[in-house]
């Protein structure tokens, strides 16, 4: 995430707001990173933290008028999407920019076949033939390793199975050759030995078509082997964020630390004690003024309590919202 | 710890006297089956088949002692804890419980019972009462089993549950939409050890909750384990969870147990090939470690259990099948202390260290080859 002019996508200072009958929820507070092209970004932090929302925006998919995108820029190839027109946008949706929703319904109706969706993609952004789509949508099924191919692609999608759903909703996602694509929980609802087969079937792809991947996730270790870079969320900020070998082997957030902590390994005695992080996430409608995770971090001090802490730099590319030096406890 | 077993002190007496069975073993579950029909036809309703949902499989749980049970969803790890709270009737099979055979049991021995086994489930939304307040959910079981004399003892008692679990006594008066997930699972436990119990069936109590969440409950059902020395069957999808949790680990497939074993063993001698394959798929939090690592990708999806594959019902995804695995069912075989497993070919997998030969590391389909391991 280092300033680089080769950066694909360029996310600066974006916030998003709700606002429901309760109240606004700030679901998105100022999130900056960037995705060199090629590269593979894991976005991770607990339900609520505002990872779709970031996403969806990054879209212009947020749900109006509830919701809005407050501030910010989206830098893609060059060109603000914020301010990009309508049909613009739609130009680049499913075509430059793709995206796995974490809602299945979100992605495959379930009225059309697997194999006419990905046609009307192809048509309507390849200006491919009726028989020059259909050839294609066998290739890619074919290629996200669904068995017989020519037969899968006259199912609906209740006919699939739930690995094959994922498979198909990859297939459809990189129908058009993607320069980005962002995959939201693509394996959550899946079984391991399945979510094993669909990650690296992620890999695969993302080294045989060159694509950048935006990978979101609640489960840390699973960016561990297939995201250079990765960036923590906590309540609508990204608290943590640096090359991945830095935020597992040198974490510097008390959250990342609690998140590194609360996750039993493959090896550990049953007498170690997990280190559980104490209480809850805060209310998203009533966010409080200082660090959002003060209330739970065992670091926090009276200064954490007033003021959102700054981004700080702690190493290279590597940046946290805190003002607590983990090493020593001291202010830093 | 001295307050929470106020006004049942003759009772645990009473259950540690009966819970010396032949063996020692505080459960036990002998060749339990449950099948669910699969009717077919919509005017005249017939059964077209079975869903092979918990197909013969024998287990026991030591006193004070965690058994793990963990597979793929569907693979019957719900039903298994159903059919031995007698919660759904099984098909066959017996569960003895304190060393007696629950099905034999006078109903008044068995309410008895009933109330020494409680069971935690899965979704923390769904399986508290929304209209009752926590103070009721958790009074309920006392009020049922008939546990104290007056409404001032048992509000004492629930009181005390709350504080067991981490709540505060005011939480009493409130109702479930209050709280989060991990919260209910809180309440829950609270609820299911009101009538201390000496087993409890914890069906994936942590898998709707943040990770952060996740290790509170863990440590709490630890810490009440140790309090107490109530025995759990743990029921989890997660490997990583089950294994940190668990005394002992029991491997479901298909309906099946595949291997049981102590949880260090499961880590450092895991013998079944579906074992392997699911250790192997486990994301771990070390990217160097997890780029040099070897997968083992199964092909395929998991079979339907309305008509399980002949032999071993692993044998279509498995790396190493052989003729015979079609064919034969293997039995499990105890090969070394408190560790069996059920594959024809376990030692030869063991003693080719391992590595799944080279026709496996092909992906489900022979059009995409795996990133092979060098
Ligand atoms: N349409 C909406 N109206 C109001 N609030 C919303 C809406 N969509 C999202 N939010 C709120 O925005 C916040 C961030 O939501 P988001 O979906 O981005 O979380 P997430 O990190 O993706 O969580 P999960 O892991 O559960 O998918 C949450 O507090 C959520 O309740
Ligand atoms: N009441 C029922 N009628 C018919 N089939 C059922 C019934 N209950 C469960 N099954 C089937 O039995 C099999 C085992 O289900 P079970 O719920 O025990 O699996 P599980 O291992 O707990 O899965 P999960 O991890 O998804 O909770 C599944 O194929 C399921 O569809
Ligand atoms: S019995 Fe055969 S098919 Fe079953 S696990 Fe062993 S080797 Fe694989
Ligand atoms: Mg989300
Ligand atoms: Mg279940």
Redesign the pocket.
């Known amino acids: 995430m280092t300033q680089n002019a080769q950066s694909l996508l360029q996310i600066r200072d974006l916030a998003v707001e709700?606002s429901?009958d309760d109240g606004i929820?700030k679901?998105?507070n100022g999130v900056s990173y960037e995705v060199p092209a090629g590269h593979a970004i894991g976005i991770v932090?607990?339900?609520?933290?505002?990872?779709?929302?970031?996403q969806l925006a990054v879209m212009r998919l947020i749900?109006r008028p509830?919701?809005r995108i407050t501030r910010g820029e989206v830098i893609f190839d060059g060109e603000n999407l914020l301010e990009a027109s309508e049909s613009g946008m739609r130009r680049i949706r499913g075509n430059r920019i793709s995206m796995i929703f974490?809602d299945p319904m979100n992605s495959l109706n379930p009225v059309y076949t697997v194999g006419r969706q990905i046609e009307e993609s192809l048509r309507l952004h390849q200006g491919s033939s009726k028989d020059e789509a259909h050839a294609r949508a066998i290739e890619l099924l074919d290629l996200v390793g669904i068995p017989s191919p020519e037969d899968r692609v006259k199912d609906y999608p209740h006919q699939l199975s739930g690995g094959m759903q994922q498979r198909a909703m990859i297939a459809m996602a990189i129908a058009c050759n993607p320069e980005l694509l962002i995959a939201?929980?693509p394996s959550t609802a899946l079984d391991v030995t399945i979510q094993a087969q669909v990650i690296e079937l992620l890999g695969e792809l993302r080294e045989k078509l060159n694509m950048s991947v935006i990978l979101?996730t609640?489960d840390l270790a699973l960016v561990a082997g297939f995201c250079d870079e990765v960036a923590v969320?906590y309540a609508?900020y990204i608290v943590e964020q640096g090359p991945a070998r830095e935020i597992f082997y040198n974490p510097q957030h008390p959250y990342t630390l609690g998140l590194l902590g609360s996750v039993p390994d493959l090896k550990s005695s049953r007498d170690e004690k997990l280190e559980a992080i104490p209480g809850v996430p805060p209310d998203?409608l009533a966010l409080p003024p200082g660090c959002p995770y003060a209330e739970r971090c065992s670091f926090a001090r009276d200064e954490c309590l007033t003021v959102v802490p700054e981004l700080q730099e702690v190493g290279t590319a590597h940046t946290i919202r805190c003002i607590v030096d983990v090493k020593s406890g001291a202010l830093r | 710890m001295s307050t929470a077993s106020t006004g049942s002190d003759s009772d645990r007496v009473d259950g540690s006297e009966t819970a010396a069975s032949r063996n020692g073993a505080l459960l036990e579950v002998r060749n339990l089956k449950k099948y669910f029909p699969v009717h077919r036809g919509t005017f005249i309703r017939r059964i077209s088949g079975h869903v092979h949902a918990v197909d013969d499989v024998t287990f026991k749980v030591n006193p004070g002692e965690t058994l793990g049970l963990v597979g793929e969803s569907g693979c019957g790890k719900s039903t298994t804890g159903y059919s031995l709270m007698h919660i759904e009737e099984p098909t066959s099979g017996e569960v003895f419980f304190e060393g007696h055979d629950i099905v034999q049991l006078s109903v008044q021995e068995r309410r008895s019972a009933r109330r020494r086994m409680q069971m935690i489930f899965q979704d923390p939304y769904g399986s508290l009462n929304p209209r009752m307040t926590v103070g009721q959910i958790i009074e309920e079981p006392l009020i049922v089993h008939n546990l104290y004399e007056s409404k001032a003892d048992r509000l004492s008692r629930t009181q005390e549950l709350l504080e067991l679990v981490g709540l505060a006594p005011y939480h009493a008066a409130r109702y479930p939409h209050e709280f989060s997930g991990g919260q209910r699972q809180r309440i829950a436990t609270a609820r299911a050890l009101a009538v201390t119990p000496t087993f409890i069936v914890c069906d994936e109590p942590v898998s709707a909750l943040d990770v952060s969440i996740q290790a509170q409950i863990i440590n709490l059902l630890q810490d009440l384990q140790q309090d107490f020395g109530v025995a759990y069957l743990f029921i989890a999808h997660d490997l990583k969870v089950v294994r940190h949790i668990s005394d002992r680990v029991a491997v479901m497939y298909l309906g099946k147990i595949v291997e049981t074993t102590v949880s260090d063993e499961l880590y450092d001698r895991p013998l079944h090939p579906y074992t392997r394959a699911l250790l192997s798929a486990v994301p771990l939090p070390d990217p160097d470690l997890e780029r040099k690592r070897e997968r083992i990708i199964l092909p395929g999806d998991v079979p339907s259990p309305i008509n399980p594959p002949s032999g071993c019902n692993f044998h279509p995804r498995c790396p190493w099948a052989q003729e015979r695995c079609s064919q034969e069912l293997p039995q499990l075989e105890t090969v070394a202390p408190g560790h069996e497993v059920a594959c024809h070919f376990w030692k030869e997998i063991e003693d080719g260290g391992g590595v799944p030969p080279v026709s496996a590391a092909i992906h489900a389909t022979s059009t995409t080859p795996t990133a092979s391991p060098e």
């Open positions: 709700f429901t929820v679901a998105v932090g607990e339900s609520g933290s505002g990872k779709s929302v970031s749900a509830a919701g974490q939201d929980e979101i609640h969320m609508g998203m």
